[in-house]
């Protein structure tokens, strides 16, 4: 093999271990970074984006826990966000967040639960969740990973908030 191949091979090799490195320490998967946020939605992270509120309590020995962020950006950005796929390659919905997938998001707050009280099902808790979850201003896209036998268990929501310019992503593992 000529010393130029070899060094080819070389650079090839230790670029796969760069790769598996930040692989490992969760720099391409870490749904907060840019690279994470390309990968678990499929949409670029906003380059005017000033995120609100971000947090992470994943932990214990089963790995649990909720992921989010909450950003601002540009009214151009989620006009051209909603006029494309939604993440996960999936049609945008419009309006009332379905109780079985928006109680699992607490983005940071106590939460709300989804009940059904004298006839009436709604949101209750937390009053902006209640709020961000009953609009009929808003958009979003879910997906459903894991088990048919636990419907939701885990999952992904992505919620825009035109009036707001205001983007709410949660991922969970319950």
């Known amino acids: ?8 091979v070389w650079i090839f090799l230790a670029g796969i271990c ?10 391409l998967t870490d749904p907060g970074s840019r690279l994470g946020f390309r990968f678990y939605t499929g949409l670029w992270w906003p380059s005017n984006a000033r995120v609100i509120a971000r947090g992470d309590d994943h932990g214990g020995f089963h790995g649990d826990g909720e992921f ?3 950003f601002e ?3 151009q950005t989620i006009q051209e966000w909603l006029s494309g796929s939604a993440p996960w390659g999936q ?3 419009q309006g009332l967040v379905p109780g079985e997938i928006g109680f699992h998001c607490s983005f940071g707050t106590l939460g709300a639960s989804w009940s059904t009280v004298n006839g009436e099902s709604r949101y209750r808790g937390d009053e902006e969740l209640v709020r961000l979850f009953s609009s009929n201003q808003t958009w979003y896209a879910a ?21 707001a310019k205001t983007v ?4 969970w593992d319950w």
Do not use: K
């Open 91 to 93: 049609e945008w919905e």
């Open 68 to 70: 989010y962020v909450v």
């Open 18 to 27: 760069i790769l598996i490195v930040c692989w490992a320490m969760g720099i």
């Open 143 to 163: 997906r459903e990973r894991g088990s048919s036998s636990l419907r939701w268990h885990n999952g992904d929501l992505f919620i825009v908030d035109p009036q």
């Open 1 to 8: 093999m000529s010393p130029r191949r070899r060094l080819l």
């Open 73 to 75: 950006t540009d009214e």
């Open 168 to 171: 709410w992503f949660c991922v």
